[in-house]
């Protein structure tokens, strides 16, 4: 069975949802030794210059960037804009050359 675009993008959209549910665990945890003091902030600070911790950061602030387009895209059909095949096509094709921009500025901002 072969699904059409639309529905891989509507597959990943909730498959990174859930990517960022479980990412939250890390960005709680960030958060909390951010404020607890400025020795835990520090550390916290030294932790983050670990390339396996900002490949962690990357992945989840990447999934973020793709649910938030994604989720505009279906508020967008949601008002009745592109909700015919082609719409839908070209929908998909914009979030995800979207995504892959800011994905990669997210990127080059974290390293």
């Known amino acids: 069975m072969r699904l059409p675009i ?33 020795e835990s902030f520090a550390a916290l600070k030294e932790s983050l210059d670990s390339p396996l911790l900002k490949l962690v950061m990357w992945a989840v602030m990447s999934g973020l960037i793709y649910h938030a387009l994604a989720g505009i895209k279906h508020l967008i059909m949601d008002l009745g804009i592109g909700e015919t095949m082609e719409g839908g096509i070209l929908g998909v094709r914009i979030v995800v050359c979207l995504s892959v921009v800011f994905i990669l500025a997210a990127g080059i901002w974290i390293w």
Request: charged share 5%.
């Open 6 to 38: 639309t529905a891989w993008a509507s597959i990943t959209h909730r498959a990174s949802g859930v990517f960022i549910f479980a990412g939250m665990a890390l960005l709680l945890w960030a958060l909390d030794a951010s404020l607890s003091s400025p």
